[in-house]
């Protein structure tokens, strides 16, 4: 049942929509996850047979997908679109997730022909502009009369 505009109350409405309360806790299936890409990375690394920039490249893109993932934690709990956490977070997801497109899209490039590989990063250009437009250019429409803020 969805709660009234006004009530945020224990975390249960932004934007006049029921959501449920956020305790800031792990569930077994975020450890879960957690362990699979940390045996994913471990497995990596070994099968990297020593090669720096192979280990370098699985470490970085771990690290990068661990502070993504607190990132995101921390996006939970809260309530003000327009605080200074929340940009904060905007801003840092935004620049973790354009690092993992651009690292990842180095790797692809480098194993396609030219024409593909022009693709790939035309691709990856698209969707690191067009993120950084939706998050912090393009502004909702509806956001200024939504009850929710005002």
Same mark, same amino acid.
């Given at each position: 049942m969805p709660a009234a505009d006004g009530d945020l109350e224990g975390g249960r409405a932004w934007r006049g929509v029921a959501t449920p309360p956020h305790d800031g806790g792990f569930t077994?299936?975020? =450890?879960?996850?957690?362990?699979?890409?940390?045996?994913?990375?471990? =497995?990596?690394?070994?099968?990297?047979? !020593?090669?720096p920039w192979a280990i370098a490249f699985v470490a970085f893109s771990y690290l990068d997908l661990l502070l993504l993932f607190y990132c995101l934690q921390?996006? !939970?709990p809260v309530h003000d679109p327009n605080s200074w956490r929340v940009r904060c977070v905007k801003a840092?997801?935004?620049?973790?997730?354009?690092l993992?497109?651009?690292?990842?899209s180095l790797k692809v490039a480098a194993v396609m022909?030219?024409?593909?590989?022009?693709?790939?990063?035309?691709?990856a250009g698209s969707t690191v502009i067009g993120g950084f437009y939706a998050f912090f250019v393009h502004r909702d429409a509806t956001a200024g009369s939504h009850p929710a803020r005002a």
């Open positions: 077994w299936l975020t =450890m879960m996850g957690f362990w699979f890409l940390t045996l994913n990375t471990a =497995m990596a690394i070994y099968s990297s047979q !020593g090669d921390l996006f !939970g840092s997801v935004r620049v973790l997730t354009a993992l497109t651009v690292m990842f022909p030219l024409a593909l590989a022009i693709m790939v990063w035309a691709l």
